[in-house]
């Protein structure tokens, strides 16, 4: 009797799934300019599809805040990639992991050294190296912590006119541009001399 129980046990145990060896760390990932958002969505799919999600587990595109500042002076707030073409991806790295990320569309390569890789099929790749923990914390902490940066709609050397104010229908050209106090300086032509003016965003019109 105890024979046929080790026997039905030692069957379970043979029928259960071994659980991928290694602990996750983060790679990061080159993709085509503009793709990054494209490339998450496909890869989150595809590892559904190709039953890896316990190896490959989150797809990451550390962004920061920005807050773009436009002529009328109002506010669009977003978000602005940290590292354009690249993704993070963390993971347990096998042969079917490595696969599942490689072959998604628009994916460039894993970033690490060029040398023969002891998984996958192929000779000439690039061994993904993982990053360190202190690089990864740095990345997201960068990225929680910054500021938001201010983007303007507005350069110097860009022709103005003015809209209300006591220079109104004045025309000049801007010299200085001052996102963080949504003011810019611009030399209008007063008595027949370019004289800088101070002036709010909300004031002021651009021409083409």
């Known amino acids: 009797m105890n024979s046929n129980a080790d026997t039905s046990e030692e069957s379970d145990i043979k029928q259960k799934p071994s659980k991928p060896l290694g602990k996750p760390r983060w790679y990061a990932v080159q ?59 963390q993971m347990i790295m096998d042969d079917e992991a490595w696969q599942a990320v490689k072959n998604t569309p628009n994916v460039i390569n894993f970033v690490g050294a060029e040398q023969k890789r002891s998984y996958g099929r192929g000779r000439g790749h690039v061994k993904p190296l993982p990053l360190s923990p202190s690089e990864v914390e740095r990345i997201f902490k960068q990225a929680e912590e910054q500021e938001a940066i201010l983007e303007v709609d507005m350069a110097i050397g860009d022709k103005i006119i003015v809209l209300s104010g006591p220079f109104k229908d004045f025309e000049g050209e801007v010299i200085e541009v001052s996102p963080e106090r949504s003011k810019l300086k611009a030399l209008l032509s007063i008595f027949g001399r370019d004289t800088p003016v101070e002036l709010e965003f909300n004031q002021i019109e651009k021409q083409n």
Do not use: H, M
């Open 31 to 89: 993709v085509a300019s503009g793709c990054e958002k494209r490339v998450k969505t496909n890869l989150e799919q595809r590892v559904q599809t190709l039953d890896v999600a316990d190896r490959v587990l989150r797809v990451q595109i550390p962004q920061s805040p920005t807050v773009k500042v436009r002529k009328d002076g109002s506010r669009q707030y977003g978000q602005e990639k940290v590292f354009p073409g690249y993704v993070l991806v």
